[in-house]
């Protein structure tokens, strides 16, 4: 085209406005992608002076046929963005218009400008709307907008036959974040994990009463996968979840107890503290809920009362007493000293079984305590030299660290143990690893810890084990997704399996032995205990 050809195509346009006649423009806006810059923006000045009625269809028409050129030239859009802004009732006219077929624009419009009295237009666009992409960006944009008027619409979607719109749905729901709403995506879950997951992200994103009340009860789902999720939701929420957490201490389901128990110790806020101590003073029947007690109490500050967990370390189980060093350690003063040394200076069965403890529980602070009282070091090394390598080493350092040569002399942490068969152990307790490792020792094995499942995979790579030992609810990967990884690369015959876990759930156990889960022993466990079933699975 020459320049005259240009300075006419304008004087057409500014012709075409005068006359109102669209039809002559689109046929001289069809040529726009064939003029210099300076022409285009001639064009569209004189274009937005122009009555509504003829620009915003000629805006319409370049954005939906000529996007190559569009694209580049924002000033399409955002003419029409402040028109429709200058003039709302417009664009309800225009989405209603049955002339306009392709109502993209307006509707990214109805969204960018949060239209609420947009809504009830939207909502009968839905109705009439057989287009599976229209359907998505109405059900987006009424998310956008936020109104609660369209909750029960974006409901309905949330069991369409099209994933893709029940994904819009959820987030949709998500965006209007009212209670009911929430209830909603609540009734939704339970079917498909990925949908579930983005559900529990929302609810932790909301965090009103009713997300927070939700996230909590998950903890009693019959899902692992999402016990998981939701527990790490509430220990991001943090010190805002701790109310309906210390509230669940008041049921009887172990399972959940252990759970919250898990929770409020990755929390850390003190105000669980009397709560737990409570708990325990009634004195629970699963010995799993007094470990977990133990073990978030151990990750809590007790400025007051530390002394009660002296109880612990007389409890029935092992790791319990574990747990209840673990957290006497945490929060080490002289009482507590006080009062351990009494119970040690009677050098009755108790008070052996309490020096075990204190070994195998590697609480350095209690200890380095005890290490200068003879009574101590006498029951002590009844244990020590038969610990693991790693331990007798660890404490050896210690005791010449803290000035007690004479002590470390009386074991020695170079003895090398014969060759032993390797049997993993996983769990993101690193408690429960510490057990694992004595544990394992004591039976005639090399115990090979990870608190990572990942890490774990990664050693599987590499060498093949006697066996496995696995939890089931740990983050990121399960026990059940653990044991699936490994079931790829080796068969029951080659690898066996153990998962060992407080959980009673059916679901659960069912899915880890669909997994390939050979044996299942319920915590806590003891030498005898996985002794029978190693051996077991070993036959």
């Known amino acids: 085209m020459s320049e005259l050809n240009y300075a006419h195509m304008v004087e057409e346009i500014q012709a075409n406005i005068k006359t109102g006649d669209l039809m002559k423009a689109k046929l001289v806006f069809a040529h726009i992608g064939e003029v210099d810059q300076k022409t285009r923006n001639r064009l569209l000045f004189d274009l937005s002076r122009a009555p ?25 859009r955002e003419t029409l963005l402040s028109s429709m802004l200058a003039y709302p009732e417009k664009l309800l006219e225009l989405l209603q218009d049955r002339r306009i077929e392709d109502k993209t624009e307006l509707i990214r419009i109805a969204a960018d400008l949060r239209f609420e009295e947009a809504t009830p237009v939207l909502i009968g666009m839905v109705s009439a709307s057989t287009d599976e ?3 998505h960006l109405i059900i987006e944009t009424l998310g956008q907008i936020g109104d609660p008027e369209a909750t029960n619409t974006l409901t309905d979607f949330l069991y369409a ?34 949908i579930d997951f983005l559900i529990l992200s929302i609810f932790g994103e909301v965090q009103d009463h009713v997300s927070l009340e939700k996230l909590n009860e998950t903890l009693a789902s019959h899902y692992a996968h999402m016990r998981t999720y939701a527990k790490k939701e509430l220990v991001t929420i943090g010190p805002k979840a701790v109310p309906f957490l210390i509230e669940n201490l008041n049921r009887k389901d172990p ?18 503290i009397v709560p737990i101590r409570k708990l325990l003073q009634n004195e629970p029947k699963s010995a799993n809920v007094r470990f977990a007690a133990y073990e978030a109490l151990a990750l809590l500050p007790l400025r007051k009362g530390a002394y009660t967990l002296t109880a612990g370390l007389v409890d029935r189980e092992d790791h319990v007493c574990i747990a209840a060093a673990r957290a006497i350690d945490r929060n080490y003063s002289d009482i507590l000293a006080a009062g351990i040394k009494n119970l040690l200076r009677r050098k009755d069965d108790e008070a052996r079984h309490i020096a075990k403890i204190i070994v195998n529980a590697q609480v350095d602070t209690i200890f380095q305590s005890l290490s200068g009282e003879e009574y101590f070091q006498e029951m002590a090394l009844v244990y020590l030299p038969h ?7 660890h404490y050896h350092d210690l005791l010449i660290e803290s000035g007690y040569q004479e002590f470390a002399r009386k074991f020695d942490d170079n003895a090398d143990d014969e060759t032993r068969p390797k049997v993993v152990a996983v769990d993101d307790s690193r408690m429960i690893l510490n057990i694992y490792k004595a544990t394992l020792h004591e039976l005639g094995y090399e115990p090979v810890v990870f608190e990572f499942p990942a890490t774990a995979l990664e050693w599987l790579q590499r060498e093949k ?48 032995k669909r997994a390939g889960v050979d044996e299942i022993v319920h915590k806590p466990f003891n030498a005898v205990s996985l002794k029978e079933a190693m051996d077991r699975c070993l036959q």
Do not use: C, W
């Open 52 to 76: 509504l009625e003829f620009s915003v269809p000629l805006l319409l028409f370049l954005l939906r046929e000529h996007s190559d050129v569009t694209d580049s030239m924002p000033i399409v």
């Open 255 to 272: 399972d959940f107890l252990i759970h919250t128990l898990n929770v409020l110790g990755d929390i850390g806020d003190e105000s669980a």
């Open 161 to 194: 036959a099209n994933r893709e719109l029940i994904i819009a749905a959820v987030q949709s729901l998500g965006m209007v974040g009212t209670p009911t709403a929430m209830h909603r995506l609540a009734e939704r879950m339970g079917t498909d994990n990925e």
């Open 465 to 512: 084990p006697l066996m496995v030992l696995t939890d089931l609810n740990m983050p990121d990967i399960t026990g059940v997704q653990l044991t699936e990884v490994i079931r790829g690369k080796y068969s029951a015959a080659e690898l066996p399996i153990i998962m060992v876990t407080t959980q009673n759930e059916v679901n659960d156990l069912e899915a880890a």
């Open 387 to 393: 610990t693991h390598k790693d331990t007798r080493r």
């Open 133 to 135: 992409a229209e359907l």
